[in-house]
T-cell receptor
């Protein structure tokens, strides 16, 4: 049974810091891995999607890496800003394109001005 | 192309009442997933439907919960005889196997159910 864990559960940093959020999963047979952002009381916004054959994806100040063999992914946020404050969720999709997403518990990030 | 729409956004029910949550997928999407986010917990898969078919309901409680995605109209998640433990945010996501971005599930804003 696939399990997804995110560390740390919460993180508070001053503005401008570079930071890394971690995600680990127990079953390496995944179709893809996705990072989402969730603001309080809101829905989910997809940030980056990494296919199982890829090692990383980049979008602006965000970079996500995937090491399928070790069951790990990291989300790197460069030059953090107060607007980055949110909960970041990691989700893996099982072995088929139509598979369900299995989510981690999330990392709640606060960036202080 | 409007995104995934869910209504109502907030729903308050008393114990024992029924709750009906609606999800309209993105245009052209025929796959719908429902997820539940309990307070202080992560999102958990409930059910996966295609038009007129339930494909995977392994995450849905066996009692009181049902889901449908008719040929016409939105997908409905129905909770009968609600209890306080049903209070949660319910998210719907839609998906397509054709065109661009075929690997992404697009999420709606959620319905926040409060059971008094």
């Amino acid at each position: 049974k696939q399990e997804v864990t995110q560390i740390p559960a919460a993180l508070s940093v001053p503005e401008g810091e570079n930071l890394v959020l971690n995600c680990s999963f127990t079953d390496s047979a995944i179709y893809n891995l996705q990072w989402f952002r969730q603001d309080p009381g809101k829905g989910l916004t997809s940030l980056l999607l990494i296919q199982s054959s890829q090692r990383e994806q980049t979008s602006g100040r965000l970079n996500a890496s995937l090491d399928k063999s070790s069951g790990r992914s990291t989300l790197y946020i460069a030059a953090s800003q107060p607007g980055d404050s949110a909960t970041y969720l990691c989700a893996v999709k099982g072995s088929s394109n139509t598979g369900k997403l299995i989510f981690g518990q999330g990392t709640t990030l606060q960036v202080k001005p | 192309n409007a995104g995934v729409m869910q209504n109502p956004r907030h729903l308050v029910r008393r114990r024992g009442q029924e709750a009906r949550l609606r999800c309209s997928p993105m245009k052209g999407h025929s796959h719908v997933y429902w997820y539940r986010q309990l307070p202080e917990e992560g999102l958990k898969f409930m059910v996966y439907l295609q038009k007129e078919n339930i494909i995977d309901e392994s995450g849905m409680p066996k009692e009181r919960f049902s889901a449908e995605f008719p040929k016409e109209g939105p997908s409905i998640l129905r909770i009968q005889q609600v209890v306080r433990g049903d209070s949660a945010a319910y998210f719907c996501a839609s998906f397509t196997q054709s065109g661009e971005s075929t690997d992404t599930q697009y999420f709606g804003p959620g319905t926040r159910l409060t059971v008094l």
